[in-house]
């Protein structure tokens, strides 16, 4: 069983920072990508950022600049520092991980999911 846990939302002035983290535990054999997604009311969940396991990233155009996500491959967990943050960042962001865990087959696991508010 693996588990992927999110936690660092909240809510922020624009201007302002967050930093969400995401830590997959459970029988975990490897991991490629980790990244974030979100959803904001009434639109479809979108990639926000994507980091490989060789550490090759790739950002939405509207975080780039702003967002960076990085990883620590030992503890398995994913990182996303949002900075300058503006009203449009509102909305639940999702960890996800692409991962091998048993039987030793690739697929995509999510998150439950964290809340994030930027008021204007």
């Known amino acids: 069983q693996v588990q992927l846990v999110e936690s660092g939302g909240g809510l922020v002035q624009a201007g302002g920072s967050l930093r969400l983290s995401c830590a997959a535990s459970?029988?975990?054999?490897?991991?490629?990508?980790m990244g974030w997604y979100r959803q904001a009311p009434g639109k479809q969940r979108e990639l926000v950022a994507t980091i490989t396991s060789g550490s090759n990233t790739n950002y939405a155009d509207s975080v780039k600049g702003r967002f960076t996500i990085s990883r620590d491959s030992v503890r398995n967990t994913v990182h996303l520092q949002m900075n300058s943050l503006k009203p449009e960042d509102t909305g639940v962001y999702y960890c996800n991980a692409q991962l091998v865990s048993v039987p030793p087959v690739i697929r995509a696991y999510w998150g439950q999911g964290t809340q994030v508010t930027v008021s204007s």
């Open positions: 459970g029988i975990i054999l490897s991991i490629n990508t």
